[in-house]
């Protein structure tokens, strides 16, 4: 009887709870600190610098969050995530917001009980091999030694491209980036394959990078994304229209430098209805009017933020390829703020 | 005495629930019970909960579905099209051969080390105990991950053993050669030795996805019974020698009996190597040991063994100087008096701490993760976690799987313990 | 004498002849220790040449290492060009570069005083430990520790407050040696909360306030002690502080820091990385788990079934599994199991798990202690009418501890070492995290030896330290036996 009791108010309590927390943007707000997951060691994306200060084009999401909703981009508290750890952190609510190059699949977005609210970069799976090899396409791979990460999807890609083309392969598993590129240098494997972005990342740091190529197959569609937890919409699409907002902005030729007067001087209506000065789109999702604002002035709109980190004049050295403008003939493609 | 007739009152007071001795340990006992109770089920409640705030469940039915990841290291028969328990089995499996291979080997190591550190060579002596004192010192993890560089740096690349066209007609060996009459290649990925193959297979039985081959299955069967069959004839021999004073003489019949059935159902079996064959980049046929394997092998067996050197130090010398002068006055050599006085007494004292250092190398496979050899957390714990999101069914059965083997490590170990024990009277 | 038939007597003593050269000196220390036989002689010139083929392998890129370099290309360079091409040499540059992140991770470079005074005073709280009722030994080392403090922070641009402070705190240490040593487990007492405050700042009230708990516990016990009996006292002691730290603790604190803004800027866990997160989770967690490891050799050793079984459960259960799972459940489990919403830090999350491991252990090395203590203390307690925490305290504690201290200091080298591994949960340790992270920089990128040889070295100088002084302890000890 007691115990039923106890047990009665122990559920009722956790309930509350519970409720309570689907509201991530009222505990964001109370905590006054965006909890972002993000990368320590992805060069471009997500890493530390010298400084301890975590730098990348991932990382460039979590701040513009952080400034639309808190106000000042600084607010974040960075958690690093291993490959492991990340999608058990944001299910169990130890992060708000995953920012750290993590596939769009069906089985995430349904079964792991995540929305992935946009996509960032659209990247697909490639190798790299040595141009002494004479290797001209992935098909001729048969045999050989292929050096992945263990736990993403490019291991199970890996796997369904060789047996789709009916050819063998024996993976080299590596913890990470750094730990691949040594491999493949000491030609512990043949081959490196990745998401074409990071093997780029990585030959571009190889110290003799004209001696490799990166072959044409692309065996794969990687389309990455912010990810939060499936259940609270209101903060999904806070994300999301984040997000849209700085590709938007650079469609509509908003930066970082004009980001304060042209909401006034512009006649655009679009212009003026994302930087607040016409509408009340802050409002319908619990924001102030300047949210995009002060998100493109975190670190300026989509274009700048991937000419800063990935771009080619980065070491990394990244075209803008799939994740130009759709105007420009490329996937970015923000829907009306309206 | 005049208190004598005061006996305490017969009957039961609730006061003495605390103040009475006997039935105290009976009051906190309850209480602890009842807090236990509550505290365990306050932790099922609070998984119930958070389980279904997360709208997820909790079974194991992931475990058959398709894996769908391939793993660069079996020792059974696997695909990525096997299931998620069948790599969960992989990892298992390589997982007890690191922890048995490693055990063996550091107790050897130990042992020599052990004993070389109290040789009245100086410079030995020295040198044994830097080795003890740096390994001893330096965090394992340090230790996985400098063998693998060392390991993988400074062995030929594959292709360094290719023979081109160019290079036989300018008369130009390779770069790098294979070893033991070319069945062997160490390259930086790993060691290419000959597979032992069977023309006449006798195939596999098993249930379901539990398969066992066959012929490995006949091989032991039959080393096992010649094993058998010496050992009596052995004790026999002893016995006409203990009659008789006369040993008959057996090696020659050791040797047949040990031998000959063996090769016959080699021979029966079609048994002969596969080696290494170099194609275009690889090596393909052979069995490739990659040296992730190697690296966690080494880098496990050189720690341990600076722990069992040091147990083992120990354990000779907590035996009594005295038992070394006597088996020197009865003659005997030191080599000799080592094997056969010293160490077998020093063995009780070592076999306890040496079961915690067993169990100790057997739970540090697991930083396997530091090379990605695929153990049971490499598999079940890394690949099927991630792939499935099933964190909590895959992290509890691992640690399950954990427990299991060491608390049979150290019950096989108490086992034998007890039976080398010194019997007192 | 003239009487002697002899026809020659020595009247004096023949000066005694040099020994055969090859009984002398360094010959005979040769032939005696090194080439005793052809056994010995082919171990010592294998040995040798072990020697000297890792010292022919390794010196020349020792020798060519760089210390001034900007980037790990800048080094090779460097190397090029004085040793000539295809020769390899070793880049401390890198060190010289980033050793600060190896030692204290992220942590804000100007407060870096912060942690270093933690640390200094740490030996300062466990000197009454290492050597209770030794003053000599004691001054020495609260001298040493004044001394490395002083040097430090004279290297180190340090606010005059904390420095001037530090310098009262050490010579009213000092002081306190000399007059009441037995008072300077006070400072022990309050360490945990000083070195918190150091070393995650915030206000000040906030651990002194905790720390106040601990006092309104004694003070209860101290009082209640004549009126009832110690079970009561105790009993009301802990339910008041319990009540302290539940009800009254946040709003004096809160109160306090208004009335008196004293504080320090705070940092955050995620801040800290290198050695100065393995220190905090290695030191941490062993101070923790002595307390609950002593419980749990107890509750082994108990009567009563359901404690011993609950006991031996715990300590064979977490000294089943390895310590990597346990890290994995503090990242990934323990939210399913605590109410929804409830978050802590990583770093604490670790450090709770990593006190239950190193408590199971410690159970064990304290169960070795008690198991060593003959049976007549045992029974002289009894016979003394002490009752069971009387005699605990009295008699059985202090000496099975004393047995137990040199496998205590294992066990915490054991921890130490092994908080390597909280990387793969992805805190930032010195070995793994931070190497990473070096090598993710692209002026860094590709260095290898350089990091771990670091790191090792320092963890060696750190372990072997501590494995001394343990064998120190041994040595004490057994005299104390005899």
């Known amino acids: 009887m007691k115990k039923s009791l106890f047990f009665g108010t122990l559920a009722a309590a956790s309930a509350l709870a519970g409720f309570a927390s689907a509201d991530t943007l009222a505990d964001i707000k109370a905590r006054g600190e965006l909890l972002c997951g993000v990368h320590t060691g992805l060069t471009g994306f997500g890493f530390l610098d010298a400084n301890g200060e975590y730098q990348g084009f991932d990382v460039a999401i979590c701040k513009a969050v952080a400034a639309a909703v808190l106000g000042d981009a600084n607010k974040v508290r960075y958690v690093p995530t291993t490959t492991e750890t990340r999608f058990p952190s944001l299910a169990s609510g130890e992060i708000d917001l995953l920012s750290r190059t993590s596939t769009w699949t069906l089985s995430r977005d349904t079964d792991l009980k995540f929305d992935f609210v946009a996509v960032n970069y659209y990247d697909s799976q490639g190798f790299m091999v040595r141009k002494e090899l004479g290797v001209s396409s992935a098909k001729e791979l048969d045999g050989e030694t292929i050096c992945v990460q263990p736990g993403t999807t490019t291991e199970l890609n890996l796997a369904d491209f060789f047996k789709s083309n009916d050819l063998t392969y024996t993976p080299v598993n590596v913890a990470d980036d750094s730990e691949a590129q040594r491999q493949y240098i000491a030609g512990e494997c043949i081959a490196y394959t990745t998401d074409a972005s990071g093997l780029a990342a990585s030959r571009a740091t190889l110290p003799d990078a004209e001696n490799h190529i990166i072959l044409p197959e692309i065996i794969s569609k990687e389309p990455f994304g912010p990810v939060v937890r499936h259940g609270d919409n209101t903060w999904g699409d806070i994300v999301r229209w984040t997000f849209y907002a700085l590709v938007a902005a650079e469609e509509l030729g908003i930066t970082s430098a004009n980001v304060n007067e042209i909401g006034t001087s512009t006649v655009n209506p679009e212009i003026r209805r994302i930087l607040g000065t016409e509408g009340d789109m802050g409002a319908m999702m619990g924001l102030d009017a300047e949210w995009a604002k002060r998100a493109i002035a975190a670190n300026g709109n989509y274009g700048e933020i991937f000419a800063a980190n990935i771009g080619e004049s980065t070491p990394i050295g990244l075209a803008r390829g799939l994740n130009a403008q759709w105007t420009q003939g490329g996937l970015m493609y923000a829907p009306p703020f309206r | 005495m005049a208190y004598a007739g005061e006996a305490p009152k017969p009957g039961f007071r609730p006061g003495m629930l ?25 932790l099922i409640n609070n998984v119930i909960v958070n389980l279904a705030a997360k709208d997820r469940t909790f079974d194991y039915g992931f475990l058959w579905n398709r894996a769908g990841y391939d793993i660069n290291q079996t020792l059974i028969p696997y695909t990525n099209d096997s299931t998620h328990g069948r790599a969960l089995f992989v990892g298992l499996v390589n997982t007890l051969v690191v922890a048995a291979l490693g055990c063996f080997l550091a107790t050897i190591l130990g042992v020599i080390i052990g004993v070389l550190r109290l040789s009245k060579n100086w410079l030995i002596g020295r040198l044994m105990t830097v080795y003890v004192e740096v390994f001893r010192n330096i ?31 300018a008369g130009q060996a390779p770069a790098a050669r294979m070893f033991l009459n070319d069945s062997v290649a160490i390259t930086n990925r790993g060691m290419n030795v000959p597979a032992p193959l069977f023309e006449r297979s006798l195939g596999t039985a098993g249930i379901g996805e539990f398969q066992i081959s066959l012929n490995f299955l006949a091989i032991f069967a039959v080393i096992g019974a010649s094993a058998i069959v010496n050992r009596r004839m052995v004790r026999r021999a002893r016995a006409i020698q203990e009659d008789t004073g006369v040993r008959p003489v057996t090696w020659w019949k050791s040797l047949a009996l040990l031998f000959v059935p063996v090769i016959a159902l080699l021979l029966a079996l079609g048994f002969h190597l596969e080696y290494p064959r170099m194609t275009r980049f690889n090596f393909s046929g052979g069995i490739e040991v990659l040296h992730s394997f190697t690296a966690l092998l080494v880098a496990l067996v050189l720690y341990t063994a ?25 003659g005997l050599r030191p080599g000799r008096t080592m094997s056969l006085i010293i160490l077998p007494q020093a063995l009780r004292v070592i076999i306890p701490p040496l079961i915690s250092q067993y169990l100790n190398l057997t739970k540090n496979t697991s930083l396997a993760i530091a090379v990605s050899y695929m153990d049971l957390r490499g598999t079940l714990g890394g690949v099927t976690l991630n792939q499935t999101g099933k964190e909590l069914e895959s992290m509890l059965l691992m640690m399950l799987i954990y427990l299991t083997i060491s608390l049979m490590i150290s019950s096989v170990m108490n086992i034998y313990n007890s039976a080398v024990k010194l019997k007192e009277r | 004498m003239a009487e002697s038939n002899q026809a020659f007597v020595r009247t004096a003593i023949l000066p005694p002849q040099a020994p055969p050269l090859t009984e002398k000196g360094v010959i005979k220390w040769l032939r005696e220790n090194l080439f005793s036989g052809w056994f010995n002689t082919i171990l010592t010139l294998a040995a040798l040449w072990a020697i000297y083929s890792l010292i022919a392998a390794a010196l020349p890129w020792w020798l060519n290492g760089v210390w001034n370099a900007g980037s790990l290309g800048e080094c090779r360079t460097i190397v090029a060009e004085r040793a000539g091409p295809d020769v390899t040499g070793a880049c401390w540059a890198m060190v010289r570069d980033r050793w600060h992140q190896f030692m204290f991770g992220f942590y804000p470079q100007d407060q870096y005083w912060r942690p270093t005074i933690a640390f200094g005073l740490l030996f300062a709280a466990i000197t009454p430990v290492l050597f209770s009722g030794q003053k000599r030994l004691q001054t020495l080392m609260l001298t040493g520790v004044a001394a490395f403090l002083a040097a430090t922070l004279w290297l180190a641009t340090v606010p005059m407050l904390p420095v001037a402070l530090t310098i009262i705190l050490m010579l009213a240490l000092l002081a306190l040696a000399q007059v009441r040593p037995a008072a300077l487990m006070w400072f022990t007492v309050i360490y945990p909360a000083l070195a918190f405050f150091l070393l995650w700042g915030g206000s000040f009230w906030g651990p002194a306030v905790a720390m106040a708990g601990l006092l309104v516990l004694l003070l209860a016990y101290r009082l209640l002690l004549p009126l009832t009996g110690v079970g009561i006292a105790a009993g009301a002691g802990i339910g008041l502080a319990l009540l302290w730290w539940a009800v009254l603790d946040a709003p004096i604190a809160a109160g306090l820091a208004w009335l008196a803004p004293i504080g320090l800027e705070p940092v955050a866990s995620d801040r800290f990385g290198g050695f100065l997160l393995a220190l905090t989770i290695g030191v941490t967690a062993i101070s923790f788990s002595l307390p609950m490891g002593i419980l749990l050799a107890l509750g082994r050793q108990s009567d009563m079934v359901l404690i011993k079984t609950l006991s031996v459960g715990f300590i064979e259960f977490i000294r089943g599994v390895p310590l990597i799972t346990l890290l994995f459940t503090a990242s990934l489990l323990l939210q399913y199991f605590l109410p929804p919403n409830t978050n802590f830090d990583l770093i604490l999350r670790v450090i709770i798990l990593v006190t ?8 064990e090395v304290i169960r070795g202690g008690l198991a060593a203590l003959p049976r007549g203390q045992y029974e002289a307690a009894n016979a003394l009418g002490l009752d069971y925490w009387s005699a605990q305290r009295l008699i059985i504690m202090p000496q099975a501890l004393k047995i137990a201290i040199p496998g205590i200091v294992s066990t915490f080298i054991g921890l130490f070492k092994d908080t390597t591994l909280v990387a793969f949960v992805g805190l ?38 501590m494995s001394r002084y343990s064998m120190y302890l041994e040595q004490k000890l057994k005299r104390d036996h005899r």
């Not at chain 2, 965090?139 to 991950?145: A, D, M, R, T, V």
């Not at chain 2, 050197?309 to 035996?319: H, N, P, T």
């Not at chain 3, 993710?440 to 750190?462: C, T």
């Open chain 2, 18 to 42: 605390i103040y009475d001795t006997r039935y105290r340990s009976l009051t906190i006992q309850l209480i602890v019970l009842v807090l236990f109770a509550f505290g365990v089920s306050w």
């Open chain 2, 139 to 169: 965090p394992l993890l340090l230790w996985i991950l400098l063998s693998f560089v060392i390991l993988t740096e400074t062995t030929p690349s594959p292709r360094d053993f290719r023979i081109t066209d160019d290079m036989v007609a």
């Open chain 2, 306 to 330: 600076a722990f069992i050197a040091e147990i083992v130090r120990a354990g000779i010398q907590a035996i009594a100087r005295g038992q070394t002068e006597a088996a020197f006055a009865l």
């Open chain 3, 356 to 363: 239950f491991f190193a408590a199971a252990y410690i159970a």
């Open chain 3, 428 to 465: 930032l340790d010195p070995l793994k995290g931070i190497t990473q992270i070096v090598r993710a920089d692209i002026a860094w990128k590709g260095i290898y030896w350089e990091p771990y040889i670091f790191v090792g070295a320092i963890f060696f100088v750190i372990c072997f330290g």
